[in-house]
């Protein structure tokens, strides 16, 4: 009857960590955010929850896949470029921003593993050469449509506003 009851036991502890939250979660830590306007103090903020959290998923000890989406006015935040006479050109906020905007978005790409795509209807609207965009951002025919079958595979769909 002991020999019974320990099988038993030991089948719900091994089916309880087949099912654990934890499992589940890292479904969960899938992530999109989308960037199509001009603040730098907007921008700033998102890096910042980008950074967040990846730190909670990591804590959580969950594999969080990030994707980070540049769109319209988003452009601003992927170049050096002054974008002189576009709708995205360069304001004196902006400027004395940038190298610290770049820099976050740089670690994020290359430290932290996020996904960072950049639509290339954008670019190709402005005539931005792709060679003037910072490395480790990947074109995307269309930013919105990018992250519409993110979100349809499952990507939690985030803005800060």
């Known amino acids: 009857m002991k020999t019974l009851l320990r099988l038993i036991s030991s089948a719900f502890i091994v089916l309880a960590m087949l099912v654990s939250p934890v499992q589940a979660a890292d479904d969960g830590a899938k992530v999109v955010y989308h960037v199509d306007f001009k ?63 770049k820099g976050r978005l740089q670690s994020l790409i290359d430290v932290r593993g996020v996904k960072v795509h950049l639509c290339d209807k954008t670019r190709d609207e402005v005539g931005l050469p792709t060679d003037k965009v910072y490395s480790g951002i990947e074109m995307t025919k269309s930013g919105v449509a990018k992250i519409a079958i993110l979100q349809s595979e499952g990507f939690a769909y985030l803005k800060i506003q």
Not at 69 to 94: I, M
């Open 39 to 101: 603040d730098p103090t907007r921008y700033s903020a998102t890096l910042t929850s980008i950074n967040n959290i990846m730190n909670f998923y990591e804590s959580e000890l969950m594999e969080p896949e990030v994707h980070l989406v540049f769109v319209g006015y988003g452009l601003r935040f992927t170049t050096n470029d002054a974008l002189k006479g576009t709708p995205y050109e360069h304001d004196k906020e902006l400027l004395e921003r940038r190298d610290e905007l």
